[in-house]
Each structure stands twice: as C-alpha cells, then as structure tokens.
C-alpha cells in the first residue's frame, strides 16, 4: 500500500496498535555514551580557545613590529605600546606592494585614519614640503638612529609612538658625520628645495630631503591615495603613477589593484580570516536576514504545498521544459540559424530585441550552433522523458497531497522543524564563535622570507633621468640600531631587517584542536539532521497507520515521537551521522589535497593528468557513498 493507493483482495492492514510497536527499548546505547563524550571535547576545545584567542587579531592586523592595532599591547611587559586609538595598518611604502619579492615584509605601521587625498604626495606634487605628505616609523624604532635625538613638540603626546616627525627632523642633534650624508647618490633635481646651501646641507634637512624617496627613509611620502579595507590601508594606485614606476632589476610588476589584492592577500589563511572577521560582524545580519527569513519563508512554502500542491508541481514541471525550450530557441538565433524574421509574429518590437541577440561574429555563429544542437538534443529528450514519466509524476503529486494532509491533520507537525533549525543555528552560532577564539589563539612569531629586498622600485619623475642598469637608484640606508635609551625590543631587529616580518602561528595543538572541532562540526549537524528524521517518521507513522483518521492517533503524536526519539533512539541517530560526518570529512581532505597539489599536477604532465583523474573518481564514489548513506539513515 503507497500513499492510500487501493488495497489489495485477501490483505489485511494491521491496526495502528499493531504496526507500530510500543514495547521498545533503548538502541545502540554506546554510540550515545561516545557522542556525549565527544562533545566533552567539544567542550574543552571551547575552554582552550577562550583561554588563549585574542577576538581583535581577526579585525585588526599585525604591523612590522609585532604589535596589533587597535589594542594596548603588552608584549614588552611594560603596558605598551597602546595602540587603541591606531586601528589602520598603513603600509609605508606603497611601492614594496608592487614588487613580488616584497610584498609580505612590506614595512608597515599602525595609525588612526588611512591617509586620503588631502595628504598626498604624488608625482605632480613633487617636491612634497608639507608634514602631513609624510609618514614614518614609530619614534622608538626611528631609523638611522634618530631616536633621542629629536625635540618633539607639545602637541606630539603620542611620545614613543608619534609617526609624523618629518617636520621635527630639521632639529636632530645627529652631526653630518653620524647623519651618513650622501649627496653624490641622490640626482640635484630638488636638493635646492631642501637645503639651504645644496653642496653642505644639516642633518636634517638633508633627512627631509631624503624622505621624499620611497624607501631612504627615515620617513616615507604619501605616494598614493589609500582606501580603508578589513582595517587596511590599501593604496590606489594611478596610472600615472604606475608608469613611472621603474627598476634596475626587470622585476614583474603588478598593474592593477585588483591583482595586487588577488595576488597578495588572499591565502587561505587570510581568507580564512577574512570569513570569521564578517561572521563575527554580521553575525545579527545573518541570523535575521539569513536564518529568520530562510526558515520565512520555509513555512510559506509548505503552506502552498498544502494547498496548490498540484499545481506547484505540474508548473515546476512545465517552467522547466518551457525555458528549456526558450534556451534552445535562443542558441539557434545566435547562431543565425533562426532569422528575426521567424519572429515576426511576436511584433516589430520583440523582433528588433532579437536581433540584437544574434551573433556577427564567424566563429561565435560556429560555437553557438554546436550548443544550439545540444540543447535541442537535451530539450527533447527532456520532453520524452517527461510525456513517459507521467504516471510517476501523478504518483508524486498524489504523495504531497497526503504529506500535506500528514501536516493539516497534525499541525505541530508544521511547526517541529523550527526545533531542528534553532539546534542547527545554535551549533552554527556556538562552532563559528570557537573557531574565531581558536584561529586567534596562535602565537605572533617573526619569519623570514628568501625574496629579496635590495631590488627595490622607485619613481623615474623623482630622478633626472629614469634609474637603468648603469644608473641604478641610491642604495637603501643601512639598517638602524636598536633605540637608543630604550628597553630592549623584541620586534627591533625584525623590523629592520628587510627579509623578516611578523606573522601569527599556529602550533600543532592547536591544528588538531581546529580539526577535532570541525569534525565535531560534521557530526553534530548530521545528528540534528538525524534526530529531526525520526521524530518526523515516528509521527507519520501513526498518520499513516491510522489512515489518516484523527481519532485514531495519539492526541500530540509529534510530542510523542519526539519522546521516543529522545529516549530510544539518539543511539541509532548517533551511529547513523558518525558515518555520514566521516565521509563528509573524508571529501573535505580529499578536496584539500587535490587543491594543494594542482600546481604539482600541472607540472607533472601525463602523471599529473593520471593523479587528477584518480581524485575525481574517488571524489565521485565518496560523494556517491555519502548520498548512499544519507539515504539509508533517512
């Protein structure tokens, strides 16, 4: 017997008392005890990740110094510095963020607002003798051993951590001789808006002089207009700009924003970052316009099944074969096959729309003529196979009249999946939480890098002429000692060194922390999934026992579905969406592995080709096997 069909002569239906057994017992009770210790782990990944996140380093960034914007560091012990108020990480030199090989070390600091064009100091600016056109490095790590030598104002109450001395320079107590004056490696073009005397200039004004270089320090121009991204000062680079952007070394040169960022800044750790940082932020967003109108909107759909059942589907259907059609119609006027003339009929309107779908080009006409053909094929065969699955469609239809007769004769019924979907929400909510606290948990440390800096790029309109193989650009200054006068700084010698920067890490712990938490991810929304099928089985068996007839059922046979679930059968739910959850887990290994190796694929030729072609099938089967066991556990 199927969805009330007819019954058959000489077969009995057992009543509702006996097709449903009542004298049950808890199943698979072990599998029961090894969730609800797995989810002590859960747990304790919780407690570790609180312990030890820091939230803010996945909306703030790391500067060249090792220290976090938008928070008061304590990384030397002494309660600073405080970077509370400095929450844009400003990147120096623009210029490190076109070269390939110095684009990770690329020297940057914390401050309050990403510069805009009131502060520039672009090429039609030049020469820039405005203190706001200049950044630099924090006081306490002021290159060429400026620090303690420079008289700071009143107004520069961020002490060790001012960034706009340019201005200050001019009173450095340096002598020309510790100042390392090089005059001969700098062109005469604006010396003289520097210098008093151009042939024996101060300290000072010699270092003004040399900040308008990108990259002589000890401050760095405004070069670019910058553009607040994730906390980032990213800058905007002009074509202008970009043209006069030159090279003693032949380095390829990024050409365009879109490839900076692209190209950059979008590691799988970054992205990573990028994702938890918006959930973190939208997370009311989401749950209200996401979650809230999805489940919505959920519930007005099964209102219409429960009364336009049939013509829902018979319109789905027919939608599909239409635009089906439509698509193949259209494949044949691009490939002019079908003039605007066989649309007469549809207007002089419609018909001029058409034509300007209909493809001049030789080869476009070739391509769509092949598509057109393939989709008259799969349109047709479409046709056929819905004329010859008819009945089966009237069968179906036949079904969701009785699922929605299941829903009127028990309307709690209608309202259950709300449960699963706030379990599913809070898991969601409580996974996303852990996981931020978790990827924030990692330790700051200092790496290095094998690019090379010393192939630096420079302005050519900053120069007499554009800096070739025999003219290159004056050599970088030497790196600068550690502060003088100043506690010992563990960030200093990274800071300086051109092939170091900072970055977080994670330790083994805390890798297979994560995994344990993803997989627990896996498997608890499969046993939600899990639990919300069989309270919805057990309650339409009774309908369905009972042939619908209301006096024949339980008076809250959902509550009482959901009672025997609870208690004997979340053993059964348990082992069902372990099994599930590791093959789930099994595809996203193999879907990582075969991400990290296609480069080496793509080297290997016909081997690779053999590799990628095993991944695929045993991506296949495994995602074969989990619609398998989606289905058994359903």
């Not at 312990?51 to 220290?67: M, T, V």
């Not at 039609?124 to 104002?153: D, K, S, V, W």
């Not at 890490?505 to 938490?517: A, S, T």
Request: hydrophobic share 45%; aromatic share 12%.
């Amino acid at each position: 017997m199927g969805c009330f069909g007819r019954k058959k002569k000489g077969i009995t239906s057992p009543t509702t008392d006996e097709a449903i057994n009542t004298n049950r017992r808890c199943r698979d009770l072990i599998y029961l005890i090894l969730f609800a210790v797995f989810w002590g782990g859960m747990l304790y990944v919780a407690y570790l990740a609180f312990k030890r996140g820091k939230p803010e380093r996945l909306e703030y960034a790391i500067d060249s110094y090792g220290n976090l914007c938008g928070v008061n560091n304590n990384w030397d012990g002494t309660g600073g510095p405080d970077l509370t108020s400095k929450t844009k990480l400003y990147y120096l030199n623009p210029l490190e963020l076109l070269n390939p090989n110095t684009v990770t070390t690329a020297k940057a600091i914390c401050v309050e607002e990403c510069p805009g064009a009131a502060d520039l100091c672009g090429i039609t600016q030049f020469p820039c003798r405005n203190a706001t056109q200049y950044r630099c490095p924090y006081y306490r790590t002021a290159e060429h051993g400026l620090y303690g030598t420079i008289t700071l104002g009143d107004t520069d109450n961020q002490g060790n951590y001012f960034d706009a001395y340019w201005s200050r320079l001019t009173t450095t107590t340096l002598t020309t001789a510790q100042c390392g004056i090089d005059l001969p490696g700098y062109p005469d073009k604006f010396k003289s808006a520097f210098m008093a005397d151009p042939n024996n200039p101060t300290c000072g004004e010699y270092l003004q002089f040399t900040s308008q270089y990108p990259g002589k320090g000890p401050c760095y121009p405004v070069l670019v207009a910058t553009v607040d991204h994730l906390n980032r000062c990213f800058p905007s680079f002009e074509p202008a700009l970009l043209s006069q952007v030159a090279t003693s070394s032949g380095l390829a040169v990024y050409k365009s924003n879109s490839s900076l960022f692209s190209s950059s800044f979008s590691s799988a750790g970054d992205r990573l970052q990028r994702y938890i940082a918006d959930i973190h932020k939208g997370i009311l967003i989401i749950l209200v316009s996401g979650l809230a109108a999805g489940m919505f909107l959920s519930l007005i759909w099964m209102v219409l099944l429960r009364f336009c059942a049939g013509i829902m589907a018979w319109a789905s259907v027919l939608t599909v074969n239409i635009f089906c059609a439509a698509c193949t119609l259209l494949a044949f006027l691009k490939s002019g096959i079908l003039g605007t003339d066989s649309f007469g009929a549809l207007g002089s309107r419609t018909a001029s729309q058409l034509s300007a779908l209909e493809s001049t080009d030789a080869s476009d006409r070739k391509a769509w003529l092949i598509i057109a053909y393939i989709m008259a094929a799969a349109t047709l065969l479409l046709i056929l196979f819905t004329l010859l699955m008819m009945r089966r469609i009237k069968i179906a239809v036949a079904c969701i009249k009785v699922a929605s007769q299941a829903v009127s004769t028990m309307p709690s019924l209608f309202f259950f999946p709300i449960l699963p979907f706030l379990m599913t929400v809070c898991l969601i909510v409580y996974w996303v939480v852990v996981a931020g606290y978790l990827y924030s948990a990692g330790t700051i440390v200092a790496k290095t890098t094998s690019g090379s800096a010393a192939t630096a790029l420079t302005i050519s309109g900053l120069y007499d002429t554009p800096p070739s193989g025999a003219s290159p650009p004056p050599p970088s200054p030497p790196p600068p000692p550690h502060p003088a006068g100043a506690a010992p700084l563990s960030d200093a010698s990274c800071a300086n060194n051109p092939s170091c920067y900072y970055d977080t890490d994670w330790d083994k712990q805390l890798q297979y922390l994560f995994i344990y938490h993803f997989f627990g991810l896996l498997w608890t929304n499969q046993f939600i999934v899990g639990f919300g099928y069989v309270v919805i089985a057990g309650a339409v068996a009774h309908f369905y026992w009972s042939r619908g007839e209301k006096s024949k059922m339980p008076r809250f046979p959902v509550a009482l579905a959901l009672k025997r679930a609870i208690l004997f059968h979340l053993g059964s739910v348990a082992i069902g969406s372990f099994v599930v959850a590791i093959i789930q887990f099994i595809r996203f290994v193999l879907a990582y592995l075969e991400k990290k190796s296609k480069m080496a694929q793509a080297k290997a030729g016909v081997a690779g080709a053999f590799v990628k072609y095993l991944m695929c099938c045993v991506n296949c089967f495994m995602w074969y096997l989990e619609k398998v066991m989606k289905f058994i556990n359903k």
